[in-house]
């Protein structure tokens, strides 16, 4: 089944304490991305990438780090998580075979992270 | 800087059409996209429009002005699963960079 997996779906931390949330792709697409949706924000892209070691940054990229060593794993890293990082985060995936399927985008199910 | 609008809600109710309405600022971009998003759910993609027109998909279709920086997700023959939130997304002139909208709360009364 092809899919975009991420984990953990759940997570509590405290201030500062370095955590990274995982994201995996079946569909051997090149573009991947994070994104956080805060109520009343929609939907903000941290980092994106375009392929194995490319990446660029989005609307909201102070605080994360992403890597991208295969092309089907993407992890976001919080170095040192604050609470206003506490959100709802999103990995994606989509391939730019013709240059507009960039924009179907494969959600992951999500991760509620909340820092404390 | 990209900018996108759209209405935080709409009311309909089963069987009517609704309209959801996205105006954008933007420098330059690659197309305009619509997903839907079920409380609690993932985003799925619904429509893309790269070129100005009308796009139709089943019940959904999206339309695109270029020269009015205007586009909008009609919504047929509405269903109660129909209720979900709606948001338009710009692709940026980057590949790979994607612009949302706040999203749109559509409320399908029985």
């Known amino acids: 089944e092809a899919q975009v997996t991420q984990n953990p779906r759940y997570l509590i931390t405290v201030t500062g304490k370095k955590l990274t949330v995982t994201c995996s792709q079946n569909m051997n697409h090149e573009y991947m991305s994070w994104y956080r949706q805060d109520p009343g924000l929609g939907l903000r892209q941290i980092y994106y990438s375009m392929n194995v070691e490319v990446t660029d940054k989005g609307d909201v990229p102070e605080g994360y780090k992403v890597s991208r060593k295969e092309k089907r794993n993407f992890p976001l890293i919080l170095e040192s998580p604050s609470p206003n990082q506490t959100s709802l985060y999103f990995c994606?995936?989509?391939?730019?075979?013709?240059?507009?399927?960039?924009?179907?985008?494969?959600f992951g199910p999500g991760t509620r992270l909340t820092v404390t | 800087g990209q900018s996108l609008e759209q209405p935080s809600e709409v009311t309909a109710v089963e069987g009517a059409i609704v309209q959801i309405n996205c105006t954008y600022q933007t420098s330059g971009f690659y197309g305009l996209s619509w997903y839907q998003q079920h409380d609690g759910g993932a985003p799925t993609f619904l429509s893309y429009n790269a070129l100005d027109g009308l796009e139709e998909t089943g019940r959904f279709s999206s339309f695109l002005s270029r020269s009015d920086s205007y586009g909008y997700l009609l919504l047929q023959e509405l269903q109660m699963k129909d209720s979900a939130s709606y948001f338009c997304?710009?692709?940026?002139?980057?590949?790979?960079?994607?612009?949302f909208g706040r999203g749109t709360q559509l409320t399908v009364w029985p």
């Open positions: 997304a710009l692709g940026g002139s980057t590949l790979g960079r994607l612009y």
């Open positions: 994606a995936s989509s391939s730019p075979v013709t240059g507009t399927e960039t924009y179907e985008q494969y």
